[in-house]
């Protein structure tokens, strides 16, 4: 169970984070969680977005170089120990981790956090083990 | 320094004359020994009978780049292999060099004509001179090397790099004359600076700067800093190498070895000669060599040639500092690119898009060539070590290719300016050189 998640390059120039912004806000899209890698000259912009497709049409459409990765959208328990408890499972198994960063919205007492897995099939069969750990994109919506 | 007075002061009419008998014997001796040659003045019409004056060199048919490389290695060298006693070679625009060959004679010239560029650049005998230039297959080093030699000056054969260690070198040996190129004396400042050494008071008093375009400012500025006079001096391992032209005492235009190498300027589009006076390409015919002799050979350099005497008593007719070229090669830190070799390994990377643009500055006083790629979908990843070394890749191939650093930064698509006809790839920041 994985969710999509958009990629976007982008100059590290001013204003482009804001050009990706108002080009989502324009197509009525929600932006719901975010994360920023950047190099002295680029930076690749992560989004997770209520509607997928739509986005990323209208990123294209405004000459954005935009691509699809999955990544897993998964439950962390809000308490000390919540996220070691989760990486021990990925670790044992030898699952590496590429990057990851937070989901803006919250189950009420758990966080979420996305990750970007390479195995990410291997990563979807060691966590199924506990239910409701991995959310779908019909669950990140009603969040 | 005048060095050769008989040589470098000689009448008008004793110099037409032995340009003359220098130019016919070149042309029967290309005619008979390089088949090439035969073919191309047959082709022309042209005998060696034809050249009864100097004026008739019109008649005979261009050489240019293209030709050195349907000839390569060695189809136009004039000589069997046992008279060549060296082999320098430049980068071409195919990635296969241009390749030169010289007898012993050749050499001589050569040891010749640089040491007439070092003592008008400054040097004498007791000139201890540091050869900055690269030694190796491109003729700088080599070149300085054996004019320094010839002159009688003692000579540094440090090549070019390790800064701190030029320094050194500079404040132990006493060396008077540096040579190298242009920018490179700018960078030799900088890092004397930073050492707690004041340029100024480096020992050396004259600079011999070449293998790069340079302009007025950026000399004023070299001989400020580093408080010495910077002459500009011109070749290409076509002609001979370095020892084509250099500046004298007036720094007012750099003479033309033109008992050696017989200048002309012609239109570069109708071909046609032009007047002294007249801005167009530099073509030189070799007047005394005899390994790799060339006729007519186009050296896409712009220049104007000035008859008028100079005040420093020399004869030989003098020519512009270089204006730019007729075509889009570059020259970086001395070496030779051509956008069409980036262009080829950027094709060679699955997925590059044929939009590239490269940006040349100076900065440090280094040249710095930066390629910038357009990242489409194929290029792409949500992962930026994967960017990263598809940078590293693409500067890694650069660099064996082109055997100089680059830069390479990834940019959003359809930010390269699209051009109608001929794409504009190069941004050239660097200074122009200044003139008329």
């Known amino acids: ?143 | 320094m005048i060095l050769d007075k008989k040589a470098e002061m000689m009448t008008e009419s004793a110099k037409k004359k032995l340009q003359l008998t220098r130019l016919k014997e070149t042309v029967a001796y290309c005619y008979d020994r390089v088949p090439y040659y035969k073919k191309k003045m047959d082709e022309a019409g042209v005998k060696p009978s034809h050249i009864k004056t100097l004026a008739d060199i019109a008649k005979l048919p261009f050489t240019t780049k293209d030709d050195l490389r349907d000839n390569y290695p060695f189809g136009l060298f004039a000589v069997p292999m046992k008279q060549i006693v060296r082999i320098h070679a430049s980068s071409g625009t195919t990635g296969k060099p241009t390749v030169v060959g010289y007898t012993k004679a050749d050499i001589g010239v050569l040891a010749e004509v640089m040491a007439r560029t070092l003592a008008a650049c400054g040097a004498t005998k007791s000139s201890v001179i540091q050869n900055a230039y690269g030694y190796g297959l491109f003729t700088g080093g080599l070149g300085i090397h054996y004019g320094a030699e010839r002159l009688g000056a003692a000579v540094i054969p440090v090549s070019v790099g390790n800064t701190p260690r030029q320094i050194m070198l500079m404040e132990d040996f006493r060396s008077d004359v540096l040579c190298c190129t242009p920018s490179y004396s700018l960078h030799i400042a900088e890092v004397a600076r930073e050492k707690g050494v004041d340029p100024s008071r480096l020992p050396i008093q004259f600079g011999v700067f070449g293998a790069e375009p340079w302009s007025d400012n950026m000399r004023k500025e070299i001989e400020e800093r580093l408080s010495i006079r910077a002459n500009d001096i011109y070749g290409l391992s076509e002609v001979i190498g370095p020892g084509v032209s250099s500046e004298c005492e007036m720094q007012d235009g750099l003479h033309i070895f033109d008992d050696h190498f017989y200048p002309e300027i012609i239109d570069p589009k109708t071909l046609t000669p032009l007047l002294h006076g007249e801005k167009g390409e530099l073509v030189f015919t070799s007047l005394t060599k005899q390994g790799f002799p060339v006729l007519r050979y186009r050296t896409k350099d712009i220049s104007i040639i000035n008859p008028s005497p100079c005040h420093c008593g020399r004869t030989h007719v003098r020519m512009k500092r270089i204006f730019g070229r007729t075509d889009d090669m570059l020259i970086i830190r001395g070496v030779n690119v051509f956008p069409s070799q980036i262009e080829s390994v950027l094709m060679n990377i699955e997925g590059a898009e044929p939009h590239y643009e490269i940006v040349v500055r100076r900065e440090e006083s280094l040249d710095e060539l930066e390629v910038r790629v357009e990242v489409n979908e194929k290029l792409f990843s949500d992962e930026v070590k994967m960017l990263e070394s598809l940078e590293k890749r693409i500067v890694a191939e650069m660099e064996s290719l082109l055997g100089i650093t680059v830069r390479v930064k990834l940019v959003e698509p359809k930010t390269i300016q699209r051009s109608e006809g001929k794409a504009t790839r190069v941004i050239d920041m660097r200074t122009k050189p200044t003139g008329a």
Not at chain 1, 92 to 111: L, Q, V
């Open chain 1, 1 to 143: 169970m994985t969710i999509r998640q958009i990629s976007v390059f982008v100059e590290n120039k001013s204003g482009r984070l804001f050009d990706v912004a108002e080009t989502l806000g324009k197509a009525n899209i929600n932006i719901r969680a975010l994360s920023l890698a950047d190099t002295l000259d680029f930076g690749v912009i992560r989004l997770i977005v209520d509607d997928v497709a739509k986005a990323t049409d209208a990123l294209k459409v405004a000459g954005f170089t935009a691509s699809l990765t999955d990544v897993l959208a998964i439950r962390i328990a809000d308490v000390p120990g919540g996220l070691a408890g989760v990486l021990s499972v990925l670790t044992k198994k030898g699952i590496d981790i590429e990057y990851m960063y937070a989901f803006a919205g919250s189950t009420g007492k758990d966080a979420v956090m996305i990750f970007r897995i390479e195995k990410a099939a291997d990563a979807v069969k060691a966590l199924s083990d506990t239910k409701g750990l991995l959310l779908s994109d019909e669950e990140l919506r009603s969040l």
